[in-house]
C-alpha cells in the first residue's frame, strides 16, 4: 500500500506532464510514414516539454560534494547502467547486419558511452537515447556552478541566448547533425525557463482551474494553428516559428495537465516514477519489435507504421516496461534515479482514485 501523505505532496498534474512527455518520446521515436502531421506536430515540443518540466523540478542548488552525489546516482548511474543493459543487443544487431567486421568495432559504442553518444570516425553513439540524461546531468551541473558565481544569471542568460541562436542557425542550415549537440542547444533554453518559471512562481504549483482551462484552450489551439499556416522561409521566420509553436504547445500540454491534479492514477504515478525505465530501455524495444515485425512477420515494408500502429505500439512498448519500473522501484531504486536500494513507497496504490 501506498504512503497516502507522500502521495498528497506530489504535485499530480507533474506526474501527468512526465507520463504525457515520455509517451511522446516513445511514440516519436517509431517509424512511422514519411510526412504524417501528427508525428511531425509531436516532435516539435515533445522533449523541449521534457526539459522545460526537469527544469522546473530543479531546485536550487550549489555544486558541492552533496550535489555531486546527488548527481552521480540520479543521472550517472542509470545512464551508464542503461548503456550496459543496450550493449548486448547493439552486439547481436550488428552482427546480424554486418557480415565483415573488426574487434575495434565493438569497443567503438563503448567509447562512444563515454563520449555522450557522440559520434565520430573512431567510436559511435550506443544506446542513442540517453543523450537526454547526458544533456541534463551537463545543465544542471551549470545551473548549479552559476550559483556560486557574482554573475552567474547574467552568464546563464547569455548561454540561453547563445545556444537559442546558434541551434535555429544550425536547424535552418543544418551544419551539425551530431544529436546530443543539438538537443543540448535545441533544450538548455527550456530547461532554464522551467526554472524560472518555478523560482519566480510564475507557473503556480496550484492549478487554477478557470486559468488551465482557458490556457490548455488558447496555446493548444494556437500552436497547431502555428505548425499548420507557418512556413519558414528565412532564419528568422524559423525562429519566431520555432519558439512560438514550442512555447504554446509546452504551456498548452501543461495547462491540459493541470486540469487533471484532482485525478490521480496509479499508473500515471509510476509512469512518471519510471520515466528513465522508459527512456533507457523503449529504443531497444523498437528495434526487436521492427525486426520481428519487418523480418519474420513481413508487416511493415520499412517505410514506417500508420499513426495508429504506432500509438499502439507505444501502449505495447510502455506495458511491457510497466512491470520493470514497479521491480526497479522496490528492489533497485537506482534503476529510477533514486539513491541506495531503499524501496520507494508510493510505488503501488490500493485503488485509482
Not at 165 to 179: G, M, S, T
Not at 208 to 228: E, G, H, R, V
Amino acid at each position: 500500500m501506498a504512503n497516502t501523505a507522500s502521495i498528497q505532496n506530489r504535485l499530480n498534474w507533474i506526474d501527468w506532464v512526465k507520463a504525457i512527455a515520455i509517451s511522446f518520446v516513445v511514440f516519436g521515436h517509431t517509424p512511422q510514414t514519411v510526412g504524417s502531421p501528427l508525428v511531425c506536430f509531436i516532435t516539435q515540443f515533445h522533449i523541449p516539454l521534457f526539459f522545460f518540466i526537469s527544469g522546473y523540478l530543479t531546485k536550487k542548488e550549489y555544486m558541492n560534494k552533496q550535489t555531486a552525489k546527488k548527481y552521480f546516482h540520479s543521472l550517472i548511474i542509470p545512464y551508464l547502467c542503461y548503456n550496459l543493459v543496450f550493449y548486448p543487443y547493439w552486439v547481436a544487431r550488428y552482427l546480424i547486419e554486418t557480415p565483415n567486421h573488426y574487434w575495434y568495432d565493438f569497443l567503438k559504442p563503448i567509447i562512444g558511452t563515454f563520449m555522450l553518444q557522440h559520434s565520430s570516425p573512431y567510436f559511435e553513439s550506443l544506446n542513442g537515447v540517453t543523450w537526454f540524461i547526458s544533456a541534463l546531468l551537463i545543465m544542471k551541473c551549470i545551473l548549479a556552478l552559476s550559483n556560486h558565481l557574482r554573475y552567474g544569471k547574467s552568464i546563464i542568460v547569455l548561454v540561453v541566448l547563445c545556444t537559442a541562436a546558434l541551434y535555429c542557425i544550425n536547424e535552418y542550415e543544418r551544419y551539425v547533425v551530431d544529436l546530443p549537440f543539438v538537443g543540448f542547444i535545441r533544450c538548455f533554453p527550456f530547461f532554464v525557463l522551467g526554472h524560472l518559471c518555478r523560482q519566480k512562481n510564475y507557473l503556480p504549483e496550484k492549478p487554477n482551474l478557470k486559468k488551465d482551462l482557458f490556457m490548455a484552450i488558447l496555446c493548444l489551439s494556437a500552436s497547431l494553428m502555428i505548425f499548420y499556416f507557418n512556413r519558414p522561409y528565412d532564419i528568422t521566420s524559423y525562429a519566431i516559428y520555432f519558439w512560438c509553436l514550442n512555447i504554446t504547445a509546452i504551456m498548452g500540454i501543461i495547462s491540459l495537465c493541470r486540469l487533471m491534479n484532482n485525478h490521480m492514477n496509479s499508473v500515471i504515478l509510476n509512469i512518471s516514477i519510471g520515466t528513465l525505465v522508459i527512456m533507457g530501455m523503449h529504443w531497444m524495444l523498437i528495434g526487436v519489435t521492427n525486426y520481428s515485425l519487418e523480418s519474420i512477420l513481413k508487416f511493415s515494408d520499412g517505410k514506417g507504421y500508420p499513426w495508429y500502429i504506432a500509438i499502439l505500439l507505444t501502449i505495447l512498448f510502455e506495458a511491457i516496461l510497466y512491470p520493470l519500473i514497479i521491480l526497479f522501484s522496490k528492489k533497485y531504486p537506482v534503476m529510477i534515479g533514486k539513491k541506495g536500494r531503499k524501496p520507494i513507497d508510493i510505488i503501488v496504490l490500493g485503488k485509482d482514485s
